[in-house]
């Protein structure tokens, strides 16, 4: 099976109110779209395309360092149009395509990796994404007959009411036959609620031609959120930052008060050491073992031996402290070597 990747990134993000198109906002310290791109890499894809529309330059520079190439949705008229403007892209030895989102940083390679070996296991010709959620508003519904067939995707303002109560919600990834993708996109229509070629209409189409439709249960509906707004950024961003801080515990780092903490995940830690509440620690930091950074630090760009104790309220930016050092509360150092080389 070999697979192009299509990754949808050419929305506005209106409700960002922001002129940063909304693929570029930042979720836990690099665009959204990057941690879509990295649990992409995990993956044996053939190739990577990324949907882009509005700024669309501004999005190609931002990845302009990425292996991906590039299909221009001109006028945003739904997922379906989104996925049907890269037809000519797909490689020709592609037969299955993979298609994201780019606002979803969340997901995990591992579960797409989940994914497409269950894809293949059942010999799919269409596999969708689904997972529960407590509250499942502002999502398209997962509909299923009796026996637990899938039937259909219904979005949230197309829905009867008794389709609104249903929990099992799209997590807008798909695998897809290349041939019956798009094939039947082609056939789609903008009669629905928001005047759009809706990507989610294949899948009753699928049902109509008892072509083989299966689904993937997410475990972790974390994983499929849709960044809309500044507050699912922070959201998205705190649940990177909290993952991070478990891999640090791990490494025997203690992080006192750790919702006041912001660390970069480039960062690195030694053991025993303690990180104070408030502190910032910002890109390029190294610091070494049974050291001590007391509250309210900032830091970026530096290195710290093993055993060294900041006091408290210090800001350190691009300046290398030695071993067993201690710095007095308030202490502010700031090199004119800044920009990489202290490491």
């Not at 490689?91 to 989940?114: E, S, Y």
């Not at 990180?275 to 970026?300: L, M, Q």
Request: with cysteine.
């Amino acid at each position: 099976m070999q697979i192009s990747c299509l990754i949808l990134a050419a929305g506005k993000g209106t409700r960002m109110k922001s002129s940063l198109p909304k693929v570029l906002h930042p979720v836990f310290f690099q665009p959204m779209v990057c941690h879509v791109l990295a649990a992409v890499e995990q993956l044996a894809v053939s190739q990577t395309i990324v949907v882009v529309g509005h700024q669309h330059e501004r999005v190609q520079s931002a990845l302009a360092h990425y292996p991906v190439s590039f299909a221009v949705q001109t006028e945003q008229n739904g997922t379906g149009h989104a996925v049907q403007v890269c037809e000519q892209f797909v490689a020709g030895d592609a037969d299955t395509v993979l298609i994201l989102c780019g606002d979803t940083p969340l997901v995990r390679g591992q579960t797409l990796q989940a994914m497409i070996e269950r894809h293949r296991a059942e010999a799919n010709v269409l596999s969708v994404m689904a997972t529960e959620m407590a509250d499942p508003t502002g999502y398209g519904r997962i509909v299923c007959d009796e026996a637990g067939q899938l039937l259909e995707i219904v979005e949230e303002k197309d829905a009867t009411l008794k389709q609104r109560r249903i929990r099992e919600v799209n997590a807008g990834i798909y695998l897809v036959d290349r041939n019956f993708l798009f094939k039947t996109l082609a056939l789609l229509d903008t009669e629905n609620a928001q005047g759009e070629i809706y990507l989610t209409d294949i899948v009753g189409l699928a049902r109509q031609r008892a072509v083989k439709a299966g689904r993937y249960i997410c475990p972790d509906n974390r994983e499929i959120l849709g960044v809309n707004s500044r507050q699912q950024l922070a959201v998205a961003h705190d649940i990177k930052q909290q993952e991070f801080f478990v891999a640090l515990w791990d490494a025997g780092v203690t992080l006192q008060r750790p919702a006041t903490l912001s660390v970069h995940p480039g960062t690195v830690i030694g053991a025993d050491t303690v990180i104070g509440a408030n502190c910032s620690i910002r890109h390029n930091v190294r610091i070494g073992r049974r050291c001590d950074v007391g509250a309210n630090t900032c830091i970026e760009e530096s290195c710290l031996g093993d055993d060294v104790v900041v006091g408290p309220g210090s800001v350190l930016v691009g300046v290398r402290i030695d071993a067993g050092n201690v710095l007095p509360a308030g202490t502010v150092r700031v090199s004119g070597e800044k920009g990489g080389s202290i490491l």
